[in-house]
């Protein structure tokens, strides 16, 4: 029996557990692999001091032809990511819908391990470009690994899997020079996007800010395909998966984007890294849209249609558990590189449909993971081993870990005590009765491209169109044939002419004369970031600028009024280390203003005493700090003279708190006081901060 079905009630750590053997914390003597001891790992064996290296130096060749083996192939996709464990936990018993056993017991705490990604950069590209994000999560269980492999949109580009190598060719850098490396913004990929239509509903989910997460935490996961539960007695329900962050969906602008993929490209992984090792652990809730297999043919577009969404005001999403994400990798090679997902790692109780997306898929991952890990027991690497028990007669191949013993490895056998046998509670497949001619042809149902992508047009709110729409003038203003531009505009016609009209006012193509269809007006409000969560500061970094002369009672005031919210508050100066306060006292910097930027924070607040705002105001960096929050809609506070730092920098007149003033005063989500009203500002800085930007400033003016 495996370690987790005898300990149900310690199941979250079964992972963890077994991870525990394979850990290994370098201790002791300097050996060779071999554990032969070394007592110098700096010079290599010579002939004499000035002579030729010796090849019998089996240290030094084992040192080096290790080093020279340390790398694998990375993902072809998704190479780069960041990965954390965690545990899942079923709200309710879903036993109605499905036989999966980490569905249905609500006391089960089953291990997860999460891999975050984007997909079309190499490994060491920045995280902050515009892009999908993977959501891959590996699920434990006591059945089985289930693995559910989503991104941080609902759909995808194409309907067919044959088509993926086409879409990832056009995507990637391209072939030629490999340029440009993590961008959409080139001919290859909007070249393919007019001439596939099929693409246009996910190249505006691309376009919009759902491509620019804040964080791997502030961000949805889909499971894209419809798939299936399929219940004890057999019987099966159409689902769609989704993960819901607790902290709300929210993004970076553009140029703060490109600004942060240049001072701190880890951004994204450092923020899951950081907020794990604060206990600040990320949680996403589990929700599940659920068609009973009556309703297949109820849409107006084709359930296995990988481009289209079930509206949640159609179907709403059930939210059936909760997860955390609790505790960071030990190795990033070893776990978060090493990790294989694969759609077919599915449990009894989770079936496939006929998407082909979807079967693609399910060749696919396998297929490359022999590739990538190197051969057919990736499945024994430490982080991909199932906590239940595995038994079969497969065996061999490279890097073959375990030691099987006895002497039959074949199906049916009696000399090994017919063992390994056929146990209870198989996986047994959806029994679908299938029937038709071999084609090769995408189904009538699968051919209306653009009512959707209108949908999601149609449902963002005035500042999420205004991005997308200037999404779509950078990206085809990078565009260096005319042909590509003017294609893609003729099939954005059919998905709204106004939004046809303002791209193509924008990068030198003549705006259709007329609409291609009309708008059919409908939306769905649960496609706007403008209506998640909108009421946590949890966990949101907050610069506050001060100098020498601050006033460090205000700042600690400050500073606790955040903490008491989960906020975190970074005292960044001139200078690193202490500052001298306004009372003669000290005060630590957290970090020296230059080895930071505001675009790597959440909002900027500028202290109070004299000493300090006069040596901000006239620094250059600290103005633009300022003005640099401002134009990327951020809160901006200031406090007693720390108002003055504000009326330096280059923003638009504000109203800003005068001598005398008793409260707060906040103009355009710039919050001041002087004297009394610091109260007053605490709670209005956290009131806008919870709203995570001011989308309804005037920025454009801005020098920043
Ligand atoms: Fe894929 C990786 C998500 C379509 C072939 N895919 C990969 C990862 C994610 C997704 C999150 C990274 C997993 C990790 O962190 O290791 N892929 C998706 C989604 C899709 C999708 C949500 C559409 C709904 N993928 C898709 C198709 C194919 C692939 C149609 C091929 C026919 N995907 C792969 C792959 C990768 C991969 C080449 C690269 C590395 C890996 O699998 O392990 O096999």
């Not at 290599?44 to 019998?56: K, Q």
């Not at 340390?70 to 965690?86: D, M, N």
């Not at 209306?448 to 779509?472: D, I, K, M």
């Not at 500002?681 to 020098?703: C, K, N, T």
């Amino acid at each position: 029996m495996s370690d987790i079905s005898r300990d149900r009630a310690d199941a979250g750590d079964a992972k963890d557990r077994q991870l525990q053997e394979r850990r290994d914390d370098s201790a002791g003597a300097l050996t060779t692999n071999t554990g032969v001891r070394v007592d110098d790992t700096d010079n290599s064996l010579t002939v004499g001091e000035r002579g030729p290296t010796l090849l019998e130096d089996f240290h030094f060749r084992e040192k080096i032809t290790h080093f020279d083996h340390e790398r694998i192939p990375e993902r072809v996709v998704h190479a780069r990511g960041a990965g954390a464990y965690g545990h899942f936990q079923v709200y309710e018993s879903l036993s109605r819908y499905t036989r999966a056993d980490f569905l249905c017991d609500p006391g089960l705490r089953t291990p997860v391990f999460v891999r975050f990604s984007t997909v079309a950069g190499s490994r060491g590209s920045a995280d902050t470009v515009r892009d999908v994000r993977g959501f891959a999560t590996k699920f434990y269980t006591r059945e089985g690994n289930y693995d559910l492999v989503g991104n941080n949109m609902p759909v995808f580009f194409i309907q067919d899997g044959i088509k993926f190598p086409d879409f990832v060719h056009a995507v990637k850098p391209e072939p030629d020079n490999e340029i440009p490396q993590a961008q959409s913004a080139h001919d290859t990929l909007w070249d393919f996007v007019g001439l596939q239509p099929e693409t246009l509903h996910m190249m505006m989910w691309l376009m919009s800010d759902r491509a620019v997460p804040r964080s791997y935490r502030m961000m949805q996961g889909f499971g894209v395909h419809t798939f299936r539960l399929v219940n004890a007695r057999g019987e099966g329900t159409f689902v769609k998966f989704h993960w819901k962050p607790l902290l709300g969906t929210h993004s970076l602008v553009w140029d703060e984007t490109q600004k942060i993929a240049g001072k701190d490209p880890d951004y994204n992984r450092r923020d899951l890294w950081d907020a794990i090792e604060r206990g600040q652990y990320p949680e996403y809730e589990l929700g599940m849209q659920l068609v009973p297999e009556s309703d297949e043919f109820a849409f107006d577009f084709d359930l296995l249609d990988a481009t289209k969404i079930i509206p949640e005001e159609v179907v709403p999403v059930t939210p059936v558990g909760r997860m955390v994400l609790d505790r960071n990798p030990d190795n990033f090679f070893a776990e978060t590189e090493q990790v294989a997902f694969h759609t077919a790692h599915v449990v009894p109780g989770i079936d496939f449909t006929n998407d082909p997306l979807l079967q693609a898929r399910n060749f696919s991952y396998l297929d490359t993971q022999l590739i990538r890990l190197g051969g057919p027991n990736f499945q024994q690497i430490p982080v991909n081993r199932p906590v239940a028990e595995v038994s079969n007669n497969q065996r061999d191949g490279y890097g073959q870990q375990k030691v099987h013993r006895g002497r039959t490895s074949y199906f049916p056998n009696s000399l090994g005590a017919g063992c390994p046998f056929l146990g209870e509670g198989p996986y047994t497949h959806y029994q679908e009765k299938v029937e038709g001619a071999t084609i090769r042809r995408r189904s009538e149902s699968f051919k209306e491209h653009y009512s959707q992508a209108t949908l999601f047009l149609n449902s963002l709110a005035g500042w999420e169109r205004e991005h997308l729409v200037a999404a779509f003038r950078f990206e085809l203003g990078k565009c260096e044939e005319l042909t590509v531009r003017e294609r893609v505009v003729e099939r954005l016609n059919h998905v709204d002419h106004a939004l046809a009209v303002e791209v193509a006012q924008g990068i030198g193509v003549t705006p259709p004369a007329q609409e291609a269809v009309p708008n059919h007006g409908r939306s769905s409000p649960a496609l706007s970031q403008a209506n998640t969560v909108l009421d946590s500061v949890h966990s949101r970094q907050i610069a506050l600028l001060a100098a020498d002369g601050a006033d460090a009672g205000g700042v600690d005031r400050f500073r606790a009024a955040m903490a008491e919210h989960g906020a975190l508050v970074e005292v960044l100066a001139p200078h690193d280390g202490a500052l001298t306060t306004e009372d003669g006292g000290a005060l630590a910097a957290d970090r020296a203003m230059n080895t930071m930027a505001s675009v790597l924070y959440d909002a900027v607040v500028v202290a109070g005493g004299g000493g300090s705002a006069a040596t901000l105001a006239a620094d250059g960096l600290a103005l633009h700090f300022v003005a640099e929050a401002f134009k990327h809609a951020k809160p901006v506070a200031a406090i007693d003279e720390g108002v003055d730092v504000l009326t330096r920098a280059p923003l638009p007149p504000l109203r800003t708190a005068r001598p005398g003033d008793t409260g707060a005063v906040v103009d355009q989500g710039v919050v001041t006081c002087r004297g009394a009203g610091a109260a007053e500002l605490y709670a209005e800085f956290r009131r806008i901060l919870a709203g995570h930007r001011v989308w309804d400033r005037e920025v454009a003016s801005v020098p920043a």
